[in-house]
């Protein structure tokens, strides 16, 4: 599965592909030019057209009938020789008219666009003391709705890190935002295979990942519940700041903290037997954003508690060429005003 996210028996990987779109839209291979539509729902409405003509017709003939009936033949009109095409030009009339409500649209042409756009990576703790429970579900699961809300979001490209005691990429910087999402949703706690936190370790492979567009504005969003057992986290930070690459943190979990489940109604316990309990750390969060220039969250679930990112994530402004279809709906609309003219002036001399 070509630029998806997919398990393999040592975690999610990333699986790319290895064509690409051109950067300019003149350098794509020629396509043949076809007829498409706006909304290609309206063309149903033709199917009522041969009703229509049906309607015309038996009218027109029983108007005919009636006029030889009680009108004489002097003022029946008769010297309107084509008043018998009136229905031939309501028709096709009403068939253009639809046809033009539909929105054809033939050919294209390149138009100038202006988008700002950003890289942005999101680096989730998986660890165990993300399946606590002291958030109204698990950490990793509030963790994994947060980060799904980011990503939609985020106008530019979206890369993703996963970490434990190591920290591994499951996706490189994509603008395909879906598949970065499905992605979240089949991420597991434990998923790296290396028990512990070292949140150092995960910064500096999200940095790895920003190198791959050095000229491109790019930022971090760490989502952990802040639990530190690394040694580089200082070195980490101090790089970043030295880039101009700022890391904002969600924080997620509660400072009275909770057990650890593992399945069956047991929890996990220390070597002594005793229940491991886990804690938020606001404290190492808060200070991982205030060192780096970035932005402090706590437990953000509310609608619009996420809305200072959105500003913080957007990039330079740059141009580029994009092709857009043309419009043709005044074609069929102009030969459905001449239609219905000429069925008009058709009329004249009815009795």
């Known amino acids: 599965m070509c630029g998806r996210g997919v398990r393999t028996p040592v975690g999610v990987r990333w699986k790319p592909c290895f064509t690409s779109e051109p950067a300019n839209p003149r350098d794509r291979a020629p396509r043949g030019v076809r007829l498409t539509f706006r909304d290609a729902r309206f063309l149903w409405l033709l199917a009522a057209v041969p009703f229509a003509a049906i309607f015309f017709v038996a009218r027109e003939r029983m108007r005919d009938r009636l006029a030889r009936q009680f009108v004489s033949e002097r003022l029946r009109g008769a010297s309107n020789t084509i008043r018998w095409l009136r229905p031939w030009f309501l028709t096709p009339g009403i068939a253009l008219g639809f046809f033009a409500l539909a929105g054809p649209q033939f050919g294209s042409r390149l138009q100038i666009v202006e988008a700002r756009e950003a890289n942005r990576v999101i680096v989730l703790d998986v660890s165990n003391s993300m399946l606590a429970e002291d958030v109204g579900t698990s950490r990793l699961d509030a963790a994994k709705s947060v980060a799904k809300r980011i990503i939609a979001a985020h106008p530019g490209r979206i890369g993703m890190v996963i970490f434990e005691a190591d920290a591994e990429v499951v996706s490189p910087l994509t603008n395909d935002s879906e598949a970065v999402a499905e992605l979240v949703d089949s991420i ?25 567009d050095p000229t491109q504005k790019a930022d971090i969003i760490l989502i952990s519940d802040g639990e530190e057992q690394g040694r580089r986290l200082n070195e980490a930070l101090a790089k970043l700041k030295s880039r101009g690459i700022a890391v904002s943190t969600v924080l997620v979990g509660s400072e009275n903290g909770a057990s650890i489940p593992i399945g069956g109604g047991k929890s996990l316990i220390d070597n002594e037997g005793n229940a491991v309990h886990t804690v938020a750390h606001p404290d190492v969060m808060q200070s991982i954003a205030s060192q780096s220039g970035g932005l402090f969250f706590f437990n953000p679930f509310a609608e619009h508690a996420l809305d200072a990112l959105a500003s913080s994530g957007s990039g330079t402004a740059r141009q580029k060429q994009v092709r857009v279809p043309v419009d043709r709906y005044q074609w069929p609309l102009a030969c459905a005003f001449i239609a219905l003219m000429l069925g008009s002036l058709a009329h004249r001399g009815a009795e």
């Open 188 to 212: 597991a706690a434990g998923e790296v295979g290396d028990p512990g936190s070292d949140i150092g370790k995960a910064l500096l492979a999200a940095e790895k990942l920003i190198d791959a």
